[in-house]
């Protein structure tokens, strides 16, 4: 039982490339979602997804993409990377999307450092 | 915006307990209290959550007033592993799973 797996653990791109980060879970959440952490700061939502299928917005998503073709899989998507883009990327997944929840499991994360 | 109020930092001794309060002044009747930390640069630990009831697991204890507008985090035992950022969050009600984290107390623990 792995938990959730983020690829890669560090990254540097050039400004207006494109790029994907991976997060996959194997405990067969329904949830899972994206966060960013920037320098002394707290975690921002990106997107979320309640489902295969499904996503949403969070916070702050602009500049971002998501998909959810499987329960296990949600990659983030950078489509032109911008240097406010430079930060820590948190992927999490839960149990359950309605009622009492469980905890949320987050994966290691991906520094991402775009000059 | 964050729904949860807490202190920027706080000091404990080793061995002594942690009392980490939050308020929450505009919580919800469904609204739950989670309470996760981070340690360094890595990802959030859940720690415990929280409805109206004291809570505790083998981690930490929550204790929740009666009107449910504040908490507090105990760790019983606090050693020098529990140095963290503590994150007091309240789960939006009828929006599935949306965590939304403020900046947190940053605990030190000292020898």
């Known amino acids: 039982n792995a938990g959730v797996t983020q690829t890669p653990k560090f990254q540097v791109l050039k400004t207006g490339q494109s790029m994907t980060l991976q997060c996959a879970q194997d405990?067969?959440?329904?949830?899972m979602s994206w966060y960013r952490q920037d320098p002394g700061m707290g975690l921002r939502l990106i997107h979320y997804?309640?489902?295969?299928?499904?996503?949403d917005q969070g916070e702050v998503p602009n500049g971002y993409n998501v998909s959810r073709s499987t329960t296990e899989d949600f990659p983030l998507r950078l489509l032109s990377a911008a240097p406010s883009q430079t930060s820590v990327y948190f992927c999490?997944?839960?149990?359950?999307?309605?009622?009492?929840?469980?905890?949320?499991?987050f994966g290691s994360g991906t520094r991402l450092t775009v000059v | 915006d964050a729904k949860t109020t807490q202190p920027p930092s706080m000091d404990c001794a080793e061995g002594r307990a942690a009392n980490l309060p939050c308020n929450h002044s505009?919580?919800?009747?469904?609204?739950?209290v989670y309470w996760y930390r981070q340690i360094h640069s890595q990802g959030p630990q859940y720690i415990i959550h929280g409805l109206k009831n004291n809570e505790t697991n083998e981690m930490a204890s929550l204790i929740i007033t009666e009107d449910r507008k504040s908490s507090t985090l105990i760790l019983p035992h606090a050693t020098l592993r529990d140095t963290a950022v503590y994150y007091c969050?309240?789960?939006?009600?009828?929006?599935?799973?949306?965590?939304?984290f403020g900046t947190g107390t940053r605990l030190q623990v000292f020898p």
């Open positions: 997804s309640v489902g295969a299928g499904i996503t």
């Open positions: 505009t919580i919800s009747g469904n609204e739950y």
């Open positions: 969050i309240v789960r939006v009600a009828n929006r599935a799973d949306k965590l939304i």
């Open positions: 405990m067969n959440h329904e949830y």
């Open positions: 999490a997944s839960s149990y359950s999307t309605g009622g009492d929840n469980y905890g949320y499991t």
